[in-house]
Structures are given as structure tokens and as C-alpha cells.
């Protein structure tokens, strides 16, 4: 008998869109909601593996060249795929990760300005046949994302952009949702939390009747 191959969900957002907050809830909910069976990997990027982590660190916090930047994150999601998405997928595994390649596009593309024919090489050379089954975009006011930002304690070299980066790399989430409607969901993070949970139960209810 085949094994049923998992799904694979990812989270995005701009920082401060407040994305983290729901990673727990939605991997209780499919274990409750999914069956005594269903096995969970919780995974996030850069990073995700004893290397990814180390170039995370580099990623955040040391200044590089915008082409090196994109190629560390695309080298890290390499290995990402190889050593944990592709394996839990292939026994049956859901796979939930706290960003993917639409985070590149977003950050390296839209707030850096990297070539997007340079970016939609990358993705095909890592991964032309891997996308993520759902993408939750947690989408909010730049204002908003600030204001919870500025009540962070310590922050990396992204969160410390200006508004400008932030306004570029918001549209360029939209731009990909738009590219991508069957997979993309656009969460109002303006909302409570208790009302994103129940959006975001329906979803996941609809996934798991798939």
C-alpha cells in the first residue's frame, strides 16, 4: 500500500504581522481535529536544520550583499527540503513552517529589490516541483506592524527597516497571493486573535476534508 503523501502548510507575513502567535493553535487544532494518527512537523525559515540555524544567524543579524543574502536563503531552504520537508511529506507527515520561498520574494525581492527573474531561478532550481499545499499571509497595516515591533525588546537587521521596505515587502506578498489564489489565504491580522482562530479553524477543516 502507498503511503498517502502529507501536506504542507506555511505561514507568512511581514514582521510585526503577528503570524507566530497562531503557528501553536493551528498544529493543536489538526492534532485534535486530524485523527489519532496524524504526525506534525513544526519548522521554521532561514533555518530548520543544524546548519539552516547557523545561516539564520548570519541572515539576521550580519550585513551582506543583497545576491549573497538571497543565495544563503535559498542554500538554507536547500537543505531545509532535503533533510526535513521532503521526508515527513513522503511518510505522511504535515508540515507546517514558519515562512518559505514566498518570504524571499517578499523580503529579498520587494524590500531589497533583487531581479525577480533571478528569484523565480532560484525557486526553480531548489525546488520546481515543492510549493507549500496552503499559505496562511497574515496581512496588516504597516502602522500596526510597527507599533508591535517597537514592543520588541531586541530586533534583527529586517526589523529594523524603514517603512518603505516594509511597504515593498507587503506588496509583494499581495502580488504573490494574487499569482497564487488556490493555495493563498489572506488573514486580516487586525482582527482578535479569537476571531483569527476561528477563521482559521474553517480553513483548516475544509484542508483536512480535502
Known amino acids: 500500500m502507498t503511503q498517502q503523501r502529507g501536506k504542507f502548510i506555511s505561514f507568512e507575513g511581514i514582521d510585526g504581522a503577528g503570524k507566530s502567535t497562531h503557528i501553536g493553535f493551528v498544529a493543536q487544532f489538526l492534532r485534535s481535529h486530524g485523527g489519532a494518527d496524524i504526525e506534525l512537523v513544526t519548522t521554521r525559515e532561514p533555518g530548520g536544520t543544524p546548519l539552516g540555524e547557523k545561516l539564520r ?29 521532503e521526508p515527513a511529506l513522503a511518510r505522511g507527515a504535515w508540515v507546517i513552517s514558519d ?11 520587494g524590500g531589497r529589490g533583487m531581479d525577480r527573474a533571478k528569484m523565480e531561478a532560484l525557486e526553480q532550481w531548489v525546488h520546481p516541483h515543492l510549493q507549500p499545499d496552503l499559505t496562511f499571509l497574515f496581512d496588516v497595516p504597516l502602522e500596526v506592524a510597527r507599533a508591535r515591533l517597537d514592543a520588541t525588546r531586541s530586533l534583527d537587521k529586517f526589523e529594523q527597516e524603514q517603512a518603505d521596505f516594509f511597504a515593498a515587502t507587503r506588496q509583494e506578498y499581495l502580488r504573490r497571493a494574487a499569482q497564487f489564489p488556490q493555495r493563498f489565504r489572506i488573514i486580516d491580522s487586525t482582527q482578535t486573535i479569537a476571531a483569527i482562530q476561528l477563521q482559521l479553524s474553517g480553513m483548516l477543516q475544509a484542508e483536512l476534508s480535502a
Do not use: C, N, P, W
Request: net charge negative; aromatic share 10%; no cysteine.
Open 57 to 85: 544567524d548570519l541572515l539576521l543579524h550580519e550585513k551582506m550583499h543583497l545576491e549573497t543574502e538571497a543565495l544563503l536563503m535559498f542554500a538554507s531552504r536547500r537543505e531545509h527540503i532535503a533533510q526535513v520537508i
Open 99 to 109: 515562512r518559505f520561498t514566498d518570504a524571499s520574494f517578499a523580503y529579498q525581492g
